[in-house]
C-alpha cells in the first residue's frame, strides 16, 4: 500500500515511536517467538487520520510475515466488508490488540494482552477515531472494559453490531463489536450477518 502518511507530522512520529519500542520489546513472551520464526511485529496500517479504526485479536501467520494487519484470508473478507460500505483499507485505520503473533494462532493470554494494550491505548489517543470497531472477542472485551461498558459485556452473538457511546479524553465516540472476519471462513451465514452490520460504519466514514 502506497504511504498516505506524512512523516513530519505528529501523528506519524508517535506511531514510529509506538513501532521503535515494540520492535524490541524483549519482554514480551512473544518476542523469542518472533525471533526464532523472523516474524515482524504488527503495529497498524492505513491513514492516521481515520475516522473508523478497526482493533482485530493478533497477528496471523501471514501478518507475522509481512508485518501488516489483516493480509490473509480474514483480511480478504474485511477488504469485502470494506468495499460493501464503499470504503478502501487506506481511508480506515487497522490495528490488533496484540501485535506479536502468538505460537500456532492461539488465543492471546492475558499477560500478553496487559503488555500489548497500553500501545493499543496510545494508537487510539493519537489517531481520534469517531469510530472504534473491535473485531472478535478478546479486543471486545478487552475495549468494553476499558471504557466503562464491562456491565454491558455479553456474548458477541448478543451484541455484534450494538452501537455504544464512550468517551475517549471527554470525546463522544462510538464503539460498535464486530465479529471477526474470520468467522465468514468457516460459516458462510455469518458473512450475512457481517455485511449487515457493516452498514452502521457507514455513519462514521
Ligand atoms: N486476525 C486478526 O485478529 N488480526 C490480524 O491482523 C489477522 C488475523
Redesign the pocket.
Known amino acids: 500500500m502506497a504511504n498516505i502518511n506524512n512523516p513530519d507530522d505528529s501523528r506519524y512520529k508517535q506511531l514510529k515511536q509506538i513501532l521503535d519500542e515494540i520492535l524490541y520489546l524483549k519482554d514480551s513472551p512473544l518476542y523469542e517467538y518472533r525471533k526464532i520464526n523472523n516474524n515482524k511485529p ?1 503495529i497498524g496500517e492505513g491513514t492516521h487520520y481515520a475516522s473508523i479504526m478497526f482493533v ?5 501467520e ?2 507475522a510475515k509481512q508485518g ?5 484470508a ?2 480478504r473478507i474485511l477488504d469485502e466488508l470494506l468495499a460493501s460500505i464503499g470504503l478502501a483499507r487506506n481511508e480506515v485505520y ?1 490495528t ?2 496484540v501485535k506479536d503473533r502468538p505460537p500456532n494462532n492461539r488465543d492471546p493470554l492475558p499477560d500478553e494482552i496487559e503488555l500489548y494494550s497500553p500501545y493499543l491505548d496510545r494508537q487510539i489517543e493519537i489517531i481520534q477515531p469517531k469510530c472504534i470497531a473491535t ?2 472477542r478478546h ?1 471486545m472485551k478487552y475495549l468494553m472494559e476499558k471504557y466503562g461498558l464491562g456491565e454491558k459485556l455479553a456474548s458477541i452473538s448478543v451484541i455484534h453490531g450494538h452501537k455504544f457511546d464512550i468517551k475517549i479524553n471527554k470525546t463522544k465516540t462510538a464503539y460498535i463489536p464486530l465479529y ?3 468467522v465468514a471462513l468457516y460459516t458462510a451465514s455469518k458473512k450475512k450477518t457481517l455485511i449487515d452490520d457493516f452498514q452502521v460504519l457507514k455513519n462514521f466514514s
Open positions: 504488527v482485530g485479536e493478533a497477528p496471523g501471514n501478518e501488516r494487519p489483516f493480509c490473509g480474514a483480511g487497522i490488533n490488540l473485531l472478535g479486543s471477526h472476519p474470520a
